[in-house]
């Protein structure tokens, strides 16, 4: 079983960007598709992205796409999401996901998460 722990949430003015790492211990990283998915406040979750297992292709909600940029690297066993033209609306509990067979948008197909980052994004 995968273990995925975020880091490099963080406060940042609107404009602004970050870049959030998820690390991944335990059975081999690079059988698992990667995504993304985030929280705000009285809010369901929500897809964000999701990457291949060889991290071929990627897909992205309309609301990130051409500002977020997902990626992983196999040999490291972590997975990146570069977020640029940061938003207020951005602002969440960032977390990764991993599943090992196929891929989906919806969060309750995913069996393997991280804690959360949070990303506050100032007017």
């Known amino acids: 079983q995968v273990q995925l722990v975020e880091s490099g949430g963080g406060l940042v003015q609107a404009g602004g960007s970050l870049r959030l790492s998820c690390a991944s211990s335990?059975?081999?990283?690079?059988?698992?598709?990667m995504g993304w998915f985030r929280q705000a406040p009285g809010k369901e979750r929500e897809f964000v992205a999701h990457?291949?297992?060889?991290?071929?292709?990627?897909y992205y909600a309309d609301s990130v796409k051409r500002r977020f940029t997902i990626s992983r690297d196999n040999a490291k066993n972590t997975m990146y999401l570069q977020m640029n033209s940061l938003k207020p609306k951005d602002t969440a509990v960032y977390y990764c996901?991993?599943?090992?067979?196929?891929?989906?948008?919806?969060?309750?197909?995913?069996?393997?998460w991280g804690q959360g980052t949070q990303v506050t994004v100032s007017p």
């Open positions: 996901a991993g599943i090992l067979s196929g891929s989906s948008y919806l969060p309750k197909d995913w069996a393997h």
């Open positions: 335990g059975r081999a990283f690079s059988s698992y598709a």
């Open positions: 990457i291949t297992r060889s991290g071929g292709l990627s």
